[in-house]
């Protein structure tokens, strides 16, 4: 692989952190014996284009600086291609970070685990949720972590090909503040309330709901989602290092 990577920064995460990880994570990188250029963007759709074509031109891998939003961007980038997509946790939530076992509160660490990884073993290959809009509570996710820790589909898993689905069905305020508080274990599958599922394709539909991809507005139902095996390379730590959890789609 080419020596030269590439920082996708978003410079607000984690209240103003942005920058400062960004720069520690180029001095990891350099000091493992990378090369390093920073991509910024006027705006978001700016951005997206100067990562697309950094890896049109090549690059190492494009490396996210941020949090999950940023990466949910960066991933517009990189899906399907060959180009590995690393990640500098800076935001608050950091499931996808979590999900691959990588260092949360430490860009310098995490920049470290990304070089070593592609230095030796290279990226691993996971799966990646597809939507299609078309015209309580449903979440979507090829991970079991996602809004800042909670484990909502506690049985997901990074690389299995299928999407796990959780559904929680009509129930009082009562229950749902009851049973809210062990999503963060995952104890809350075994609610009466609360079924799964497990599949390659899932079509939602409700009126007058917005779906939702890590925090960002997807559009309206009705929503397909669609497994798509393998779709992104990560260099990260090999499956079973960390709990996992990661990119999710969640209508509410």
């Known amino acids: 692989m080419t020596s030269e990577l590439t920082l996708f920064v978003n410079p607000t995460a984690g209240r103003g952190r942005g920058v400062h990880a960004a720069q520690n994570a180029a001095r990891a990188l350099r000091d493992a014996g990378f090369s390093v250029r920073t991509v910024l963007g006027h705006d978001a759709d700016d951005a997206l284009r100067r990562a697309r074509a950094a890896g049109a031109a090549g690059t190492g891998a494009l490396i996210a600086v941020g949090g999950d939003g940023m990466i949910s961007l960066a991933l517009h980038a990189v899906a399907g291609t060959r180009t590995p997509l690393g990640i500098i946790p800076t935001g608050t939530g950091n499931d996808v970070a979590r999900a691959l076992g990588l260092p949360v509160r430490d860009p310098a660490a995490a920049a470290r685990v990304t070089a070593r990884i592609l230095r030796t073993t290279g990226a691993r290959s996971v799966d990646l949720g597809r939507t ?52 963060y274990k995952g104890t ?55 709990p996992g959890a990661g990119p999710s789609t969640s209508p509410r």
């Open 132 to 183: 299609r809009t078309g015209g309580v509570l449903v979440a979507v996710a090829t991970a079991a972590r996602t809004a800042g820790g909670m484990r909502i589909c506690a049985d997901a898993r990074l690389d299995d090909a299928y999407l796990d689905v959780t559904v929680v069905g009509d129930c009082d305020r009562r229950t749902l503040l009851k049973v809210f508080p062990r999503v």
């Open 188 to 242: 809350h599958l075994s609610h009466p309330k609360v079924t799964t599922y497990r599949v390659r394709t899932v079509t939602l539909e409700a009126p007058d709901t917005t779906g939702h991809a890590d925090g960002e507005p997807l559009g309206r139902l009705p929503l397909t989602v669609s497994c798509v095996p393998g779709a992104l390379r990560v260099p990260a730590p090999a499956p079973g290092d960390e």
